[in-house]
């Protein structure tokens, strides 16, 4: 049972560049979501997708976009990468509200 | 807004207790989560407590609740070198759940 699946694991763009960050999932969950994680600052909510057909903006959405592309995917887009997006990316999925999550291993971005 | 503060480091020995204390901001939080995460790895739920209850244990794991501070922990007794890792407390924020900064966990063998 392989959970969540990321990909890539690791990642280096110039500035400017463009890139689809994947993550599947096989649990059946509903709720997908897409997080950053920064030194010192713990985990930011990007985008979240409550069911499939919805998405919505998280606490730093800016310069982001996902895609909810059926109940397994959810892919999180940079459409034109900054240095300030740096960062360890985290997908989760949940089966709804007031239950946990279950993380991808991430994806390790450096924006150069 | 909400907001979940943990210390940012712990040191143990090994056979040692280890507790690892968060407070939170959003009292109607249905539930409070704690997720380990080792090196080079996702967050793994590692237990929760539903916001009505006390105190949870499960085998090691020690989870104590005071809703009226807003002040959860967690104690891992008998503590292993296997579980040096970083410990984020979360409240359950609907679809928006809360995440702390972490707290890394060092285990001296």
């Known amino acids: 049972n392989a959970g969540v699946t990321q990909t890539p694991k690791f990642q280096v763009l110039k500035t400017g560049q463009s890139m689809t960050l994947q993550c599947a999932q096989d649990m059946n969950h509903n709720s997908m979501y897409w997080y950053r994680q920064d030194p010192g600052m713990g985990l930011r909510l990007i985008y979240y997708s409550a069911s499939e057909g919805t998405t919505d903006k998280g606490e730093v959405p800016n310069g982001y976009n996902v895609s909810r592309l059926n109940k397994r995917e959810f892919s999180l887009r940079l459409e034109s990468a900054a240095p300030s997006q740096t960062s360890v990316y985290f997908c989760?999925?949940?089966?709804?509200?007031?239950?946990?999550?279950?993380f991808g291993s991430g994806t390790r971005l450096t924006v150069v | 807004g909400e907001d979940v503060e943990q210390s940012l480091f712990l040191s143990v020995r090994e056979g040692d207790s280890s507790v690892i204390n968060c407070t939170y901001t959003?009292?109607?939080?249905?539930?409070l989560y704690w997720y380990k995460q080792e090196p080079g790895a996702g967050l793994q739920l590692l237990t929760y407590?539903?916001?009505?209850?006390d105190m949870k244990q499960d085998q090691r794991l020690t989870v104590l609740l005071n809703k009226k501070d807003k002040h959860l922990s967690l104690r891992i007794a008998d503590t292993q070198t296997g579980d040096s890792a970083i410990y984020f407390c979360a409240e359950d924020g609907g679809f928006k759940t809360i995440f702390g900064a972490g707290t890394r966990l060092f285990v001296k063998a």
């Open positions: 959003d009292s109607s939080s249905t539930y």
């Open positions: 989760a999925s949940s089966e709804g509200i007031n239950y946990g999550y279950t």
């Open positions: 407590i539903f916001s009505n209850m």
